[in-house]
């Protein structure tokens, strides 16, 4: 093993070390200074892994093959795990002390953080169908865990449970597709499969391998929550603790966007019927306009956050499309800059939400937040801004990667597919804009208690707020930071 | 000093900063700052933008040319490159001044309108994030500075209209506005997508100077159509935020804001962005013969349409969101005719005269105590004198009735202009259509001065309705609001008179100022037509002062007759339809609202509860099958679930082999 190769591998190493240390530290250390050690040991390893991702994609100048091409470091798979890591940082601040109020065990829920991310990272470095397997597996375990770690609550062990039964399911799907394409191939590495598929003296089994890359599809459309395969979000978003669904709703679906992505670039070249990409069309349109219209009727926010990360999925999914139309040059950047905005203020917008909970009780219905916006000021302008970005009005960062997914679709002349992202936007303005009208909903003769929040919460969306603002007037930042 | 002035155009980037400074200050520590601090930051800021707005208008008529600012690239991708830069020419130089000096007398005006709000600072926050925004509009260079201004404008109405946030009945006015402005900026951020996607540029001097260099390209763009569907989709968005039909619904909720929030943003100044950005893209609409004639019909009946629902309404502030709504349909006649500048020029003398019309009802607002009813007023003229006369100049530049007074001259420019329209496609061509929609011009115009007057009448010259003590406490409002209201009454008498035609002994310097952007080639100077202008003009405004004396009479002292005439028979009928407005709102909540609504419902039924269950009934075995797997979890929603992901990719690979065999 060799310095470029400990190099290449340094975030897996990391995550790794600190996760097991977070969880020995449970053991020697009393409980209550165990909280405060667990949490500043993981903040430490996230912060070194994104270090040292940024380092490595600073540095990089050739895609880096490692394990005989098993882990495969180039500038997309960086790129996403920057923005994970992003995310899980967020993430963990605001767990800091709210996690005790779901968990006994502050060192074990750190420690299944750092573990998911550690798949995440993997996963979007991984180049053959083995590493991805074990890394997406890597993921999943210890995120169904963390969806049930909230043990009192009934809801949240039945979220647990439903996201087990349905993942453990469509990765079946996965699984078979994957036999499927060993089978038709007899390879496992990603870019051995697609020159065995291109290849003339395999023509036979061709439609073989693609059958299995649908089923793998199938298992990646239900990572990410899209068309047909979206019921168990709102439910698991639903049941699991707010600050486990902040989690499933940026990185985990960053990292499963992260691995689509790489199987659509090696694969969809492969599939000269041309299958994949209607389908991925079909699927597209029916996530934009389902997730919108189904956001449209809820009445309970966690829910239409829920809902409303469906139709993002259809967005994103539409710039994957416009990508994937120019194979010579494919464009992902509107793809890294929406992922990143989407997973700033999806994180800031459950901070808030998180911080309004009052004596344990998660905000749940328009009610819970009625008036927020007078009872805390900051807090309340906060949310407004989270929901007007994710509404794409301008100023905000999210109608920058609105406007550069639906520049990039027009420019390919997806007419039809960018028309109906620009409507269903239109629709989901509704939506947003009805939080924000609860937020500053004044009750007649009524005095609105002030409260204080903690440090954490404000830290966490101030930081979010600063970044959504800033990506929204200087979104050229945004590319820098993700070139 | 003499080199700021001489080189004001480093400086024009102030114009639009230094009320968004007055924004930040005020929006972060208003709260803590002394009430006079919060009145003087906010009115100083737009102030000493009307100064430097007014410099600048004096440095490009000085010179003739546009004053232009570049800060270089904001950003790129994927070969979109967005440079920033702010631009006064001939045109904007218009727009800043109103916007900016419209917007200070109104500013100022608050001071006395606000009085006792306990979210003053937030107010004059959000005053000076408008004239930010509108500043941005009018001054961006390139369609995306534009397009951004347009979105924060639309942002800033929908915070100032739900200002109160008395219940929800505000608070859905503003998300209504809000919600049916997106819908027209849907049309309007297409057509910027396919600009950028023909010409390459978001840059509007670069449009433009595309259509010069490649005139072969340009004319298969205009046989194509697609110069027509490009301009059609900027179109969409100009009845969204000029609101014309079928996107004006919002409008009239919006007066729900404080009065000087409709003076400002819903009379002069948002409202008209529609038809400045035509103004701004005018080499690009007048390629397309279609657009100028749809953009002729909709003003026309926009304009004769809410003429008819103003003659009814009882709230004096709704009977001047529905004349705004008209006054408005004519600026778009104006620009469809190719009449650019006239329609500008009519947007100027509104701006005037609408602002000072919203403001006088202001005050009639605050001396009755917050009521609007008309029905419940009357007799004010001896109790408000100043915003008596003040309202009465106002209603006579509306209704146009005078000549030279500024309504009058802009009103009857457009008439004239279309008139004179030669055109007409389709089933128009052959049709006089230029004399057909003068026709409707004229029609509304006598609406206008009817209603104008039936305001008048109600609220200032009939027997008075309300209680003895109530009357009497009725007393003019504050000096300072009083003082606005006399410089906007005589800038709505003399306003006009830059742009008095030739027809009436004027040289109208408005029209050869602005022909530098709208006209650059033709000589400056107007066909003649013989003794036709006169003739209209007389036609218009004697019959224009015919209805405003009958109205005067009808109102004027206890409104019996209108009284009896709708209480029974045809009256009735039509009173009830122009009172209710058609029903049109009615009609959008169950079209549009309760559709989607029940559809999103019925989506939901059927993909969870018909397809999935009922095939859970259907196949029993697989459906045991699965069961099994969920059997443990309470709600029994897993099995399902499951199912559907099954079925789900069963559907994808039947897809797949039908696709294969086919092949």
């Known amino acids: 093993m060799n310095i470029t190769t400990l190099n290449g591998i340094l975030p897996i190493l990391i995550l790794t070390g600190v996760g097991l240390l977070v969880l020995l530290v449970e053991a020697f250390i009393e409980r209550d200074r165990e909280r405060r050690f667990a949490f500043i040991l993981s903040l430490a390893g996230i912060i070194a892994t994104l270090v040292s991702l940024f380092s490595q994609l600073v540095h990089h100048d050739a895609d880096l093959l490692l394990f005989g091409g098993a882990l495969i470091v180039d500038h997309t798979g960086l790129a996403f795990s920057i923005i994970i890591c992003l995310g899980a940082l967020l993430v963990l601040i605001l767990s800091h002390r709210h996690v005790t109020r779901i968990h006994r065990n502050a060192g074990e829920f750190y420690s299944l953080i750092l573990f998911a991310t550690l798949g995440m990272h993997a996963l979007t470095i991984s180049n053959d169908m083995m590493t991805f397997f074990v890394s997406l597996e890597v993921m999943s375990v210890a995120v169904y865990i963390l969806a049930g770690v909230n043990r009192k609550s009934l809801k949240s062990n039945e979220s647990a449970l439903k996201y087990l039964i349905l993942g453990a399911f469509s990765t079946a799907f996965l699984l078979l597709g994957i036999a499927f394409v060993y089978g038709a191939t007899g390879q496992m590495g990603f870019m051995e499969i697609k020159e065995a598929l291109l290849s003339e003296a395999n023509a036979p089994f061709q439609s073989v391998g693609i059958l299995g890359l649908i089923l793998i599809m199938v298992g990646f459309i239900f990572k990410i929550g899209a068309f047909p395969f979206q019921q168990w979000v709102p439910d698991v978003y639903e049941g699991a603790p707010s600050i486990v669904t902040a989690f499933m709703a940026t990185c985990v679906k960053t990292a499963a966007f992260a691995i689509l992505l790489r199987g659509l670039f090696t694969f969809f070249q492969a599939d000269e019927s041309g299958f994949l990409m209607s389908a991925l069309t079909v699927i597209t349109v029916l996530t934009m306009i389902f997730g919108n219209f189904m956001a449209l009727i809820q009445s309970n926010i966690k829910r239409l956050i829920a809902y409303s990360g469906i139709a993002h999925t259809g967005y994103i999914l539409l710039a994957i499309l416009a990508a994937l139309s120019d194979p010579a040059k494919p464009d992902i950047t509107p793809i890294l800059f929406y992922l990143l905005v989407y997973t700033l203020m999806t994180v800031g917008a459950f901070a808030v939400l998180i911080g309004a909970s009052r004596g344990g009780e998660e905000v749940e219905t328009f009610e819970d937040i009625r008036g927020l916006g007078y009872k805390h000021k900051l807090l309340g302008l906060f949310m407004a801004f989270f929901f007007f970005s994710l509404a794409g009005i301008p100023s905000t960062a999210g109608f920058m990667g609105k406007f550069f997914i639906f520049k990039a679709a027009i420019s390919k002349e997806l007419y039809a597919l960018a028309v109906i992202g620009i409507l269903t936007a239109v629709v989901s303005v509704y939506y947003y804009l009805k939080i924000v009208v609860y937020l500053y909903l004044k009750e007649e003769n009524r005095r609105y208690e002030k409260y204080s929040i903690q440090w954490n919460y404000l830290l966490a969306s101030f930081l979010t707020f600063l970044l959504v603002l800033f990506l929204g007037i200087f979104p050229q930042f945004g590319f820098k930071l993700l070139k | ?663």
């Open chain 2, 1 to 663: 000093m003499i080199h700021f002035i001489d080189n004001i155009e480093n400086y024009i980037y102030l114009i639009p900063l230094l009320p968004l400074i007055g924004f930040v200050i005020n929006g972060l520590i208003g709260k803590n700052l002394p009430r006079g601090i919060v009145y003087f930051i906010g009115c100083i800021s737009i102030f000493a933008s009307f100064v430097l707005s007014a410099l600048a208008l004096w440095k490009v008529i000085d010179t003739g040319n546009a004053l232009e600012i570049a800060y270089g690239s904001w950003f790129h991708s994927g070969g979109l490159n967005v440079s920033i830069g702010l631009k006064v020419d001939q045109l904007s130089a218009v727009m800043i001044n109103i916007v900016s000096g419209v917007g200070f007398l109104i500013h100022f005006y608050s001071i006395g309108y606000m009085k006792g709000d306990e979210g003053i600072y937030k107010f004059f926050a959000y005053l000076n994030l408008f004239c930010f925004a509108m500043l941005v509009l009018v001054m961006g260079d390139n369609l995306l500075l534009l397009f951004l201004g347009w979105e924060g404008v639309g942002l800033c109405s929908y915070l100032l209209i739900g200002f109160w946030y008395k219940n929800k009945d505000y608070a859905d006015a503003g998300k209504k506005a809000f919600i049916v402005n997106r819908i027209g900026d849907f049309g309007f951020l297409i057509g910027i997508f396919l600009i950028f996607q023909y010409f390459g540029t978001l840059n509007i001097a670069g449009i433009q100077e595309f259509l010069v260099k490649h005139p072969g390209e340009v004319k298969l763009l205009i046989e194509g159509g697609v110069i027509t569907i490009i301009t059609l989709l900027l179109f969409v968005g100009a009845t969204g935020k000029s609101a014309q039909i079928p996107l004006y619904v919002w409008l009239p909720d919006a007066m729900a804001g404080p009065t000087p929030v409709s003076a400002l943003i819903h009379a002069a100044t948002m409202v008209t962005a529609g038809v400045y950005m035509i103004g701004r893209l005018h080499f690009l609409f007048s390629l397309s013969e279609v657009t100028m004639l749809i953009i002729l019909i909709v003003g026309a009946v926009t304009a004769l349409y809410s003429g008819t629902i103003a003659i009814t309404q009882k709230d004096i502030k709704k009977v001047l969101a529905y004349s705004t709504i008209s006054q408005l349909g004519y600026m778009f006649m104006a620009m469809s005719v190719g009449a650019f500048s006239v329609g500008i020029f009519h947007l100027m003398t509104h701006a005037f005269f609408k602002a000072l019309l919203f403001l006088s009802a202001g005050s009639v607002i605050i001396a009755c105590h917050h009521e609007q009813d008309m029905t419940k007023m009357g007799g004010l003229s001896k109790r408000l004198p100043v915003t008596h006369i003040a309202m009465f100049i106002g209603m006579l530049a509306l209704s146009g009735t005078v000549p030279y007074i500024s309504g009058f001259l802009s009103k009857d420019l457009i008439l004239e202009k279309v008139f004179l329209f030669e055109g007409g496609l389709g089933v128009l061509s052959g049709l006089p259509v230029g004399k057909i929609f003068w026709g409707v011009g004229l029609i509304t115009a006598l609406f206008t001065a009817f209603y104008s007057f039936r305001l008048m009448g109600m609220t200032f010259w009939a027997k008075t309705r309300m209680k003895d003590e109530d009357y009497h406490h009725v007393k003019e409002p504050s000096k300072a609001m009083s003082t606005v209201l006399i410089l906007l009454a005589v800038l709505s008498i003399v306003g006009g008179w830059v742009g008095i035609p030739e027809i009436l002994g004027g040289n109208n310097p408005f029209h050869s100022f602005l022909s530098k952007v709208f006209d650059p080639t033709s000589a400056h100077g107007e066909v003649h037509h013989g003794n036709t202008p006169y003739i209209l003009m007389g036609v218009s405004t004697s019959l224009g002062i015919i209805l405003a004396i009958i109205a005067a009479f009808m109102y004027g002292k206890n409104w019996s007759f209108p009284e009896r005439f709708t209480q029974k028979g045809i009256g009735k009928l039509l009173h009830r339809l122009s009172y209710n407005k058609y029903y049109i709102d009615e009609l959008y909540e169950v079209l549009f609202v309760k559709t989607i609504m029940k559809g999103s419902r019925l989506l939901w039924k059927w993909v969870d509860a018909f397809i999935i269950d009922g095939l859970v009934n259907g196949t029993g075995r697989l459906a045991q099958l699965i069961a099994k797997l969920g059997q443990n979890v309470q709600t029994g929603n897993v099995n399902t679930y499951a199912l559907s992901i099954v079925l789900g990719v069963m559907a994808l690979l039947t897809w797949f082999m039908i696709a294969t065999y086919n092949n």
